[in-house]
């Protein structure tokens, strides 16, 4: 790599993320953050930690990123914010590497790198995934060594190997959907076909009554109820996959035809196999893999394909015909990051004071009340109006009981949970008729002291803490 291709893809990553914004505390890092915060100070969460803390042992993540705080005695949110921008920057070098195999032109090549930093945040389908996430997310990581693998393989070098691995220590599940195109695009076919579907079906166990009915509100998982333009979004690429290695063939372009054909091939696979998984056997908890996010690195491909070709027979050394094309991308990706995140800023670097009334809430939990203090909110806080999908416990570092947004997808992943899920969140049902005897009821039953209500509030509640959304209070 020159040094004129770092200065392209330092700029292509800075542009990223101001278009598609930085968040921290939110969605799946309402799991991730805690978890790190604990190995950073074992004193936190004694009430809720198997909440989050069953994913270390699937993953090197949390240990990485604690382990960076360590060495480099940076905060935590800096170190969160920089590996953020490092994960974003191995993707893009990934897409690069692997496009200059399959096209000569370098007009193809940042094309390619173009489309997928201005599209990161679009979505996978009907997978509940983008591309890549607006805050750090172990995917990321597995999404670049998984580049990093692909451009192994079409140099013939063992490499591979060790980047699948990284790939896994990661982000397993992603790794494992990832390996499946890799065993395709490594292997002659028809062989790599028994191994593909091998690989595609991780062992499952009977499912409880409570985790099926979690799983009833998830439709992202089941495929046969996808709606009509989701299925289109994940056949839609096949077909044009298919095209773009037409057009490869006839411009003797050998390594892009071999990655459009055996992506085909191993995403028809995948998803032939998904549908097998979450509609065939519904007693077992083959649908907590999620199978259908085969489609991920597909769509990666596919938009790094599709910008490539861009490069090479439309916007070619023409400056207009790129603004022309990226502008209007980049400003509705923009756009659209902030109606999502509309109650907070779109930048939220280090040591920012921060703009959502939900989090400044947490913040002041988390210098205002006691270590071991246990928290009781809406189950469904993370939806309201406003919060933007914030976790607490990552914001707050204080214990909760558990939610119906977030921690639902945990006991997806380790039915075991769903117990103590269902007990939690059953408890606090009519949450928004409480009053202050049912918050005495939670403080005898769980030992819940504290509260984080909507204002006006409730009367009888010792509240310390309020702004023009929320008040937390104690129960007397």
């Known amino acids: 790599m020159t040094a004129r291709d770092l200065l392209f893809l330092l700029a292509f990553t800075a542009a990223a993320i101001l278009v598609h914004g930085y968040h921290v505390g939110v969605e799946d890092m309402a799991v991730y953050l805690p978890a790190i915060k604990k190995l950073l100070n074992p004193a936190l969460y004694p009430f809720d930690a198997n909440f989050f803390l069953l994913y270390i042992r699937w993953t090197m993540f949390h240990q990485t990123i604690a382990e960076s705080v360590r060495l480099t005695r940076l905060p935590l949110d800096w170190v969160l914010f920089l590996w953020h921008i490092a994960g974003i920057f191995l993707v893009l070098l990934g897409c690069l590497r692997l496009i200059r195999r399959c096209f000569p032109d ?255 809430a947490f913040e002041w939990c988390r210098t205002n009340t006691p270590q071991d203090a246990l928290f009781a909110l809406d189950p469904k806080y993370m939806e309201k109006s406003g919060e933007d999908f914030y976790g607490f416990r990552g914001l707050a570092e204080r214990s909760m009981l558990a939610d119906a947004s977030k921690d639902n997808s945990v006991v997806e992943v380790f039915p075991d949970l769903a117990w103590q899920w269902k007990l939690e969140t059953g408890t606090r049902k009519n949450w928004d008729r409480f009053r202050l005897e049912d918050f005495e009821r939670l403080k005898r039953s769980y030992l819940v002291s504290w509260v984080i209500v909507e204002n006006p509030g409730v009367t009888g509640l010792d509240c310390g803490y309020s702004n023009r959304t929320v008040a937390v209070c104690r129960i007397p």
């Open 106 to 360: 370098p007009a193809a090549h940042w094309a390619g790198v173009g489309l997928i930093a201005a599209l990161l945040t679009m979505p996978v389908a009907g997978t509940a995934l983008f591309v890549i996430d607006q805050h750090l997310h172990p995917r990321t990581l597995a999404t670049a060594f998984l580049l990093f693998a692909a451009v192994a393989i079409l140099e013939s070098r063992l490499i591979a190997f060790p980047w699948m691995i990284l790939a896994g220590l990661a982000h397993p599940t992603m790794a494992l959907y990832g390996i499946c195109h890799l065993v395709v695009l490594a292997w002659a076919w028809p062989a790599a076909r028994p191994a593909v579907v091998i690989a595609g079906l991780p062992f499952g166990e009977p499912a409880n009554p409570i985790w099926r009915e979690i799983m009833s509100h998830r439709d992202f998982q089941y495929p046969f109820r996808w709606k009509w333009f989701e299925w289109l979004g994940a056949i839609g690429p096949i077909v044009i996959l298919g095209y773009f290695s037409r057009i490869g063939e006839r411009d003797g372009l050998p390594a892009f035809v071999r990655i459009c054909r055996r992506l085909c091939i191993s995403t028809s696979i995948g998803i032939a196999g998904a549908v097998v998984m979450t509609e065939f056997f519904p007693h077992q908890t083959w649908a907590r893999f999620e199978p259908m996010r085969i489609l991920h690195l597909t769509y990666v491909l596919f938009l790094l394909f599709s910008g490539a070709l861009l490069g090479k027979y439309f916007l070619k050394a023409r400056p207009l015909r790129w603004i022309l094309l990226f502008a209007p991308i980049a400003a509705g990706m923009f756009y659209s990051q902030r109606v999502e995140f509309a109650s907070s800023y779109h930048l939220e670097w280090p040591g920012r004071t921060p703009k959502n009334a939900w989090v400044q």
